[in-house]
């Protein structure tokens, strides 16, 4: 990949990362970050990310798979890592090989990871998953089903060593009252699990339940870890969705690309395939050198989504293409070929957001950043 500054590519601004962390602390009291560095940071860049977090002093991070881990430690990360998802077999040895936590998904897994470490005669580390109403990994632990014995049967295997515990929200970002009382169930059954644990003599290390939502709209809730993914980056899922503090964070990605042709079209003349835009005036029309496979939805054309070029907002018109597409710069002068457009971030006084994006394309700020294009070269911010 050439890394450079043109075409289309992305800036990342590891400063505001420090800001977004202490935004981030200022609503969760003295429990630590955990930082959720998985699928390339979302899309950020996960090195550049994760050495941000840790120059901030951050010392422990999320993924969800050994080889997101393992790019970690390639370069040079040393912090405690945990893989939130699941390891196959023939990875398992990466685990204790490379000092990696691994989350336990079921009992019947933890047997079978504690029988490998056995017959290595090798410790793995582990953090027990408690599922108290996702219903996507971990030992079950809801009011219809309540499997305790398990958590304790796995805090009990001799070779896999459980030195934490935590549990997942699916609805921490919705302040609705079923949601929100779902949500505090949650909170009262992974206490309740806690306290057992502690009248079994048992005790369950690291605790942490918090995601960014969770961290959002239930602050402190005392545990000794929480692990949001979406907050350094200066992100939520939806700048429309309320949450119940305000925190100050600046998006740490921008987006930029190309103008490779500018051209006067006239009336009846049309844009892109299928034909969608129209001239109905004589207009100006940019080409620029970015397209769906860079991550921009093929979903939001012909929404009237703009983007800024010299610093002044233009719609997308018709069609986005593969690796292009186009926009209305009538109203701005003197646009030429090699011109930056701004798709995500501030050029001049104005700014244009992830989320005018993801929100025509129906998603979430998550999938959008995730989705960027790995042929987009993530840059340092100039
Ligand atoms: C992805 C993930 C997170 C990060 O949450 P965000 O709300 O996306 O920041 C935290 N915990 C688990 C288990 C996850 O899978």
């Known amino acids: 990949?050439?890394?450079?500054?043109?075409?289309?590519?992305?800036?990342?601004?590891?400063?505001?990362?420090?800001?977004?962390?202490?935004?981030?602390?200022?609503?969760?009291?003295?429990?630590?970050?955990?930082?959720?560095?998985?699928?390339?940071?979302?899309?950020?860049?996960?090195?550049?990310?994760?050495?941000?977090?840790?120059?901030?002093?951050?010392?422990?991070?999320?993924?969800?798979?050994?080889?997101?881990?393992?790019?970690?430690?390639?370069?040079?990360?040393?912090?405690?890592?945990?893989?939130?998802?699941?390891?196959?077999?023939?990875?398992?040895?990466?685990?204790?090989?490379?000092?990696?936590?691994?989350?336990?998904?079921?009992?019947?897994?933890?047997?079978?990871?504690?029988?490998?470490?056995?017959?290595?005669?090798?410790?793995?580390?582990?953090?027990?998953?408690?599922?108290?109403?996702?219903?996507?990994?971990?030992?079950?632990?809801?009011?219809?089903?309540?499997?305790?014995?398990?958590?304790?049967?796995?805090?009990?295997?001799?070779?896999v060593q459980a030195d934490g515990i935590f549990s997942h929200f699916p609805v921490s970002d919705d302040l609705g009252i079923d949601a929100s009382t779902f949500t505090k169930q949650q909170i009262g059954l992974f206490n309740e699990v806690l306290d057992r644990l502690k009248d079994n003599g048992i005790d369950p290390g690291l605790t942490h339940l918090q995601n960014s939502y969770g961290i959002l709209n239930y602050q402190d809730l005392g545990y000794d870890y929480c692990r949001p993914g979406l907050l350094p980056l200066g992100l939520t899922s939806d700048d429309q969705i309320p949450i119940a503090t305000q925190p100050d964070f600046i998006p740490i990605l921008s987006l930029y690309a190309n103008v490779s042709v500018v051209k006067w079209i006239q009336p009846g003349m049309s844009v892109s395939y299928g034909r969608h835009f129209i001239a109905q005036k004589p207009t100006k029309v940019a080409t620029m050198s970015i397209g769906y496979a860079d991550g921009l939805p093929r979903l939001i054309s012909n929404q009237g989504v703009e983007v800024l070029v010299h610093g002044k907002r233009c719609p997308l018109i018709g069609n986005i293409c593969m690796d292009q597409c186009m926009i209305d710069v009538t109203q701005v002068d003197n646009v030429q070929e090699g011109d930056i457009v701004c798709l995500i971030g501030h050029q001049g006084k104005e700014q244009v957001t992830m989320d005018a994006i993801t929100r025509s394309a129906h998603t979430i700020n998550n999938e959008l950043a995730s989705t960027l294009g790995a042929r987009v070269p993530r840059l340092k911010k100039r």
Not at 114 to 142: E, F, P
């Open 1 to 159: 990949m050439l890394e450079s500054y043109s075409r289309a590519w992305i800036e990342i601004d590891p400063d505001a990362i420090a800001h977004n962390l202490e935004e981030t602390q200022k609503l969760i009291g003295s429990t630590k970050i955990m930082a959720i560095v998985k699928a390339n940071a979302y899309g950020h860049g996960d090195i550049t990310v994760a050495k941000a977090c840790q120059a901030w002093g951050i010392d422990f991070f999320g993924v969800s798979s050994v080889d997101e881990a393992l790019r970690l430690r390639q370069a040079g990360l040393q912090e405690n890592i945990l893989i939130l998802g699941y390891t196959p077999e023939e990875h398992w040895h990466y685990l204790h090989e490379q000092n990696v936590t691994q989350s336990l998904c079921s009992y019947a897994y933890a047997c079978k990871l504690n029988d490998y470490a056995k017959s290595h005669d090798v410790i793995i580390h582990a953090h027990c998953k408690v599922d108290t109403g996702m219903n996507r990994t971990g030992i079950l632990y809801q009011p219809q089903e309540k499997h305790f014995e398990d958590i304790v049967r796995a805090y009990q295997l001799d070779y």
